[in-house]
């Protein structure tokens, strides 16, 4: 019997002119993990929301169809009574957590199903012991990171044994550290409990290695339903924007797609076509050493030896200097707590550091990570210029008169962007942006990278994101304890590491320094040629 | 000024002996108004506040009730007019008339601030030192949904304050003129909407719409701890001490038309046995971590 059958549903929301979900059909049976891929509103959280139960019951809307959880009907079923038999992660840990103590938090969905203080008591210690967070059970959940909350969050929801776990993008707002600490948790879990989990992700190459079942929905219907190698190869056909870097570099000479590093390096290395290559050896080229602004005489952003002392606490930044030309554009990398957003809050003067000096040949305009916070007007067409809003892909005439918060994450982003862009008497000698990518699927990244690439200011991005650092930066500042622990061509910092590493680089073990597959293709093809060429 | 457990005797005792124990020191300050019972009242919390490594704390909380306490002196010394003693003849004044100060309504405008800022100061010890998780289980059985929406108010009110740093960073970084006010607020109102949706639909995937009562297996019994004992002992003893002094007016205290406030053997006595009573369950530090 199948824990999740959806049967032709099809679910509007209230007002919405077209169907979030449409004629969705699927069964997930007990214990398995199903991967849900697709671009921002292809319809993933709405099917979360409809196995739930919040679809139609909390969201209201029209609702078609059949859909059984755990052999209950969720017409007849809310939220409420479903719980018992699904748990849910979403997005955001900070929304979901709302006692003040983790164990309260753990026992609150049991008591909301009248469990007995001696089930609650037993339930919670397993849960915490399960994911690893006994030692938080008394800490108040204000003083929790990102990371602890989701899986605070997850033991919340795992805490009723529920026979299905939703997961919705719970690593966006993680950095990759927590998120992939939490892929590996789901991994275990899905072994230990006998939990189907279904979960909804951007970034498919942390979870497809692992899953038995990739789901990718367009346009609000499933267009695909298969195994992930199959998934991997419909998708280098099909929708190459849901194609992971690994399977596209397989792909691209010709083989059959794998999923993930490990298959992946094992399929190349089967066919004879690993490069053993140092990619820092003497003679082997920087692909990435294309930056023909660094050498420039002029600096567009200069920190001198800044320091960042917090009173009574400890050093955010220490002793960092860095100069930044016109025109390059520099990614700025490490783990959480590394110093990065507070850098950017000094280059653009929203603070003053305790030691040293920060200097700019302009202004610098500063977009924070979260987009929403730089939304204040009734109308898109009163939050900037048309210049600026055509500089950032939104000069449609047609979107002038739409809400700001109507617009999609990514177009939100791009409309913070060009509020920040806009200033006709003082254009931005330097723009720096705070984790854009949260949460953005892999066109919307390409886009922004694209975006940035036109800028004629200098381009300063802290992200976590190797992908995207690799489609647009010129130079990787890295961060460690509030200092620049490295500072090098993208393929000097990308192509050697295994954390701060794209997925092309992982496989290929940084050969010919190719952090892209198109790279990683090209350094193969030469490596065959030579080898063809040594054995004639 | 949020609960945070840390190790210390008060914090080791359950939820409902450290309510216990707060509103016996809160009866206190309403019960007597003597200045020395306030003071041995105001000396007990300030001594609790330190034994349970919460001073810092207490004092952000004094410094703002402070002003309270000089505000309401300062109207009483205004308004009251009782008493024989004048100290300083203000003429006519707008609104308050003639206006003559006197030592009897100062005193007595002092007493009230005192007692304001000891029922704060009750109420600051309870916030940092009693777990409002435990309280929300105490009072769950009388009314869940209530109890839990009080919690969710308090937790929110960090996440909010997050956001509106967040906001005025943002908007630090707004080329132009800054928006105005009633731009700034509709933003402020759905960005707290936007919240307090996603909260809610956390709320219903956690099966709060269909709460249910407990059943009735086993309950887990918490041992009393040597802690629970101590100030449940303590709470009882300050309570009675202050129903004991007012009833038998051990502290008296009057000030009109003239000060009389005498300390006499007995009144000594309840002050420095609500001191002691106060203090001692803190002496004892084994089990006090968790």
């Given at each position: 019997m199948s824990v999740l059958a959806l049967e032709h549903v099809t679910y509007s929301y209230p007002g919405a002119s077209a169907p979030a979900i449409a004629d969705v059909s699927l069964e997930i049976g007990p214990g398995e993990l199903v991967v849900l891929a697709g671009g921002s509103g292809s319809g993933k959280s709405t099917l979360l929301r409809a196995a739930n139960g919040l679809v139609p019951h909390f969201h209201g809307g029209v609702f078609a169809g059949r859909a059984t959880v755990a052999g209950m009907d969720t017409r007849e079923h809310g939220p409420g009574a479903l719980a018992a038999a699904v748990g849910t992660l979403f997005q955001d840990p900070e929304t979901q957590v709302v006692m003040g103590t983790v164990r309260a938090e753990l026992a609150l969905p049991l008591e909301n199903q009248g469990e007995a203080p001696a089930a609650v008591a037993r339930a919670v210690e397993e849960a915490a012991l399960a994911l690893g967070i006994a030692h938080l059970l008394d800490r108040p959940t204000a003083e929790l990171s990102g990371g602890e909350l989701q899986r605070v969050a997850l033991g919340a929801a795992l805490a009723g044994r529920p026979k299905l776990i939703l997961l919705d993008e719970p690593t966006s707002q993680l950095d990759p550290v927590a998120g992939d600490e939490l892929i590996a948790l789901l991994r275990r879990l899905n072994e230990d409990f006998d939990a189907a989990i279904v979960i909804a992700e951007h970034r498919l190459e942390r979870c497809l290695g692992f899953a038995d079942r990739a789901i990718a929905m367009r346009g609000g219907r499933v267009v695909c339903d298969a195994a992930p190698a199959e998934f991997l190869a419909w998708a280098c056909d099909a929708a190459p924007e849901l194609a992971t870097p690994g399977a596209r570099l397989v792909s691209g000479l010709g083989l059959a797609p794998v999923a993930g590093v490990k298959a992946a390096r094992s399929t190349l290395r089967s066919r004879g076509l690993l490069p053993d290559v140092d990619p820092f050896a003497r003679g082997a080229s920087d692909r990435r050493d294309r930056n023909p602004r660094r050498r420039a005489e002029e600096s567009a952003l200069t920190l001198d030896r800044v320091w960042h002392e917090i009173d009574r606490g400890p050093a955010i930044l220490r002793g960092v200097s860095l100069r930044i030309a016109p025109g390059e554009r520099v990614a700025l990398m490490g783990r959480n707590g590394a110093g990065k957003s507070t850098l950017l809050r000094h280059a653009a003067g929203l603070m003053r550091p305790t030691r040293g000096k920060t200097r700019s040949s302009g202004r610098v305009a500063l977009l924070l990570q979260n987009p929403t916070d730089y939304l204040v007007h009734e109308r898109i067409a009163q939050e900037a210029s048309p210049r600026a809003l055509a500089t950032v892909g939104l000069g449609d005439p047609a979107l002038a008169n739409r809400h700001p918060r109507d617009l999609s994450g990514g177009e939100k982003q791009r409309l913070a962007l060009a509020i920040v862009l806009d200033d006709p008497e003082r254009q931005a000698a330097v723009v720096c942006l705070d984790e854009p990518t949260r949460g953005m699927d892999r066109r919307r990244k390409d886009e922004l990278a694209a975006l940035l690439c036109e800028l004629d200011a200098a381009v300063l991005v802290a992200t976590h994101d190797p992908e995207f650092v690799a489609a647009f930066a010129h130079r990787v500042v890295l961060l460690g304890e509030g200092?620049?622990?490295?500072?090098?061509?993208?393929?000097?910092?990308?192509?050697?590491?295994?954390?701060?590493?794209?997925?092309?680089?992982?496989?290929?073990?940084?050969?010919?320094?190719?952090?892209?597959?198109d790279e990683g293709v090209a350094v193969i093809s030469s490596f065959r040629t030579a080898e063809a060429q040594v054995s004639a | 000024m949020t609960y945070r457990r840390r190790a210390s005797p008060l914090h080791a005792a359950r939820a409902s002996v450290g309510c216990a124990y707060c509103a016996a020191l809160a009866l206190a300050t309403l019960l007597l108004s003597g200045p020395l019972a306030l003071g041995a009242v105001v000396v007990s919390i300030a001594g609790a506040a330190v034994g349970a490594g919460v001073a810092r704390e207490l004092r952000r909380a004094a410094l703002l009730a402070l002003p309270l306490g000089l505000l309401i002196m300062a109207v009483n010394m205004l308004v009251a007019q009782g008493g024989l003693t004048v100290i300083a003849r203000l003429g006519h004044l707008p609104v308050f008339g003639q206006t003559?100060?006197?030592?009897?309504?100062?005193?007595?405008?002092?007493?009230?601030?005192?007692?304001?800022?000891?029922?704060?100061?009750?109420?600051?010890?309870?916030?940092?030192?009693?777990?409002?998780d435990e309280v929300l289980a105490l009072f769950r059985r009388f009314s869940f949904h209530s109890a839990l929406t009080a919690t969710l108010a308090t937790r929110m009110?960090?996440?909010?304050?997050?956001?509106?740093?967040?906001?005025?960073?943002?908007?630090?970084?707004?080329?132009?003129?800054?928006?105005?006010?009633?731009?700034?607020?509709?933003?402020?109102?759905?960005?707290v909407l936007d919240r307090a949706l996603d909260v809610a639909a956390a709320l219903e995937v956690r099966g709060y719409g269909a709460a249910r009562r407990p059943s009735h297996g086993r309950r887990v019994r918490r041992p009393w701890s040597r802690h629970d004992f101590a100030f449940a002992a303590s709470a009882v003893a300050i309570?009675?001490?202050?129903?004991?002094?007012?009833?038998?007016?051990?502290?008296?205290?009057?000030?009109?038309?003239?000060l009389y406030a005498p300390v006499g053997v007995g009144g000594a006595a309840v002050a420095a046995a609500l001191l002691l009573c106060a203090l001692l369950p803190f002496a004892d530090r084994r089990g006090i971590e968790r």
């Open positions: 200092a620049v622990i490295a500072d090098g061509s993208p393929t000097q910092i990308l192509a050697r590491g295994t954390y701060f590493a794209t997925e092309t680089a992982r496989i290929l073990g940084g050969a010919g320094g190719a952090l892209v597959p | 003559d100060v006197t030592l009897e309504a100062t005193v007595y405008g002092a007493v009230l601030g005192l007692r304001a800022i000891a029922l704060i100061l009750c109420g600051a010890l309870y916030t940092v030192a009693v777990d409002p009110v960090p996440v909010l304050a997050r956001d509106a740093r967040r906001l005025a960073e943002a908007q630090r970084c707004r080329p132009g003129p800054p928006p105005s006010r009633a731009q700034l607020m509709r933003a402020t109102t759905s960005g309570g009675g001490l202050a129903v004991a002094g007012r009833v038998a007016d051990l502290l008296p205290f009057q000030s009109n038309p003239s």
